[in-house]
């Protein structure tokens, strides 16, 4: 099974103030998803002031998976403590847009990078390819530093009115 929580095909879907969590996604020959699977059908998804919690899948993308031809924005999401054998909440072949998000558990290294809408806060460092929308100033700040820990990064546009993103998502 892909897409333990939510699994998506054929439609459109727009999921706003959820929690998807403790959800699997167990069949070892395909991708994963544990908490949403976006199909490789041209489809659109939007995420937004939700949380992706602990959900596994036994191959790859433990929170999200999204397929190629899938497009999913996120707007404050938070992604924690989801479960793979690789280890990475998010799997991305398709197109990604994230914007004021939590991303706690990384992204699959080779994958899709994500495009970044400003505002987001990646761990581990840099696994997720952030790639800063043209309309936005890339900025970092590391906003901890322990030992024998993760370093995290928060990428923030320059201009909020700038780097808005077009479809008024927030």
Not at 96 to 118: F, H, K, Q, R
Request: hydrophobic letters at 30%; a negative charge.
């Amino acid at each position: 099974e892909v897409g333990g929580g939510i699994y998506t095909s054929y439609s459109d879907a727009t999921i706003y103030g959820s929690t998807i969590s403790y959800n699997s996604a167990s069949r070892t020959t395909e991708k994963g998803g544990g908490g949403l699977y976006v199909t490789q059908t041209p489809i659109s998804v939007d995420l937004g002031n939700s949380t992706i919690f602990g959900n596994s899948a036994s191959n790859i993308g433990g929170a999200i998976y999204v397929a190629t031809s899938g497009l999913v924005a996120m707007a404050a999401v938070t992604i924690s403590e989801n479960v793979t054998a690789q280890g990475y909440d998010v799997h991305n072949e398709g197109v990604l847009e994230v914007y004021n998000t939590i991303i706690d558990g990384g992204c699959t290294p080779d994958a899709e990078p994500l495009v970044s809408w400003g505002g987001n806060l990646v761990s581990p460092l840099d696994l997720c390819g952030l790639d800063q929308h043209p309309r936005c100033r890339r900025r970092h700040s590391v906003v901890g530093r322990q030992r024998g820990h993760r370093r995290q990064v928060a990428l923030q546009g320059a201009h909020p009115e700038r780097c808005a993103h077009p479809a008024g998502r927030s």
